[in-house]
């Protein structure tokens, strides 16, 4: 019984750790529009550019298969 009862109160515990973490309050530094559209337009070419490499080889890498059939 007291083994479950310690598991509890460390939830408990854990928990109200977890919402110190929390802040409500207004952002210590301003982000402009400028440093917010530079970091999303780094952030999404980060994200499409492998995509946008794969698809501009895909006709090679289409030839390679069909040249050396798999056994």
């Known amino acids: 019984m007291t083994g479950n009862f310690s598991a509890l109160t460390r ?4 928990v109200k750790e977890m919402k110190r973490a929390i802040y409500s309050k207004p952002p210590r530094n301003r982000i402009g ?10 952030f999404a070419a980060a994200m499409l550019a492998p995509a946008a490499w794969i698809l501009r ?3 090679e890498y289409r030839q390679r298969v069909q040249r050396s059939p798999r056994t």
């Open 11 to 14: 939830q408990n515990h854990v």
């Open 57 to 59: 080889h895909l006709p």
């Open 33 to 42: 529009a400028a440093q917010s559209f530079f970091v999303m337009s780094v």
